[in-house]
């Protein structure tokens, strides 16, 4: 499983960015997708996730702001982020779980259960 983010960068308070995951190693369309973020000094912090059949999950910082999607035709996975806040800023990381967990809204957005992780895409918002 070789999972690569893209697509972070600087963007002023209120700007979009959109990050793709791409999974180069394996069949996509069994798997959960989440993406997570980590700044200095703080545990990493859910933001969203996509099961294999579709059903989205998002924290509560970031919903109605965000959308997470995904096209197995293409392995990948894709979180558009929209009226970006200052506070957003962070290193983001997408990941693949097991497909079980798709349905389990008390599991998804747990790290634990995430067993193949990305290298993370910085993602800088100034105000």
């Known amino acids: 499983v070789q999972l690569q983010a893209s697509g972070g960068g600087l963007v002023q308070a209120g700007g979009s960015l959109r990050l793709s995951c791409t999974d180069y190693?394996?069949?996509?369309?069994?798997?959960?997708m989440g993406w997570f973020r980590r700044t200095p000094g703080k545990d990493r912090e859910f933001v969203a996730a996509?099961?294999?059949?579709?059903?989205?999950y998002y924290a509560n910082s970031v919903k109605g702001r965000f959308t997470v999607s995904r096209d197995d035709a293409k392995n990948s996975a894709y979180l558009q982020m929209n009226s970006l806040k200052p506070e957003d800023t962070a290193l983001y990381f997408c990941?693949?779980?097991?497909?079980?967990?798709?349905?389990?809204?008390?599991?998804?957005?747990?790290?634990?259960?995430?067993?193949?992780w990305g290298q993370g895409t910085q993602v800088t918002v100034s105000s």
């Open positions: 990941a693949a779980a097991p497909g079980r967990y798709s349905r389990n809204s008390a599991y998804i957005s747990r790290s634990s259960i995430y067993d193949h």
């Open positions: 190693g394996r069949t996509f369309s069994n798997v959960v």
């Open positions: 996509i099961g294999w059949t579709g059903g989205t």
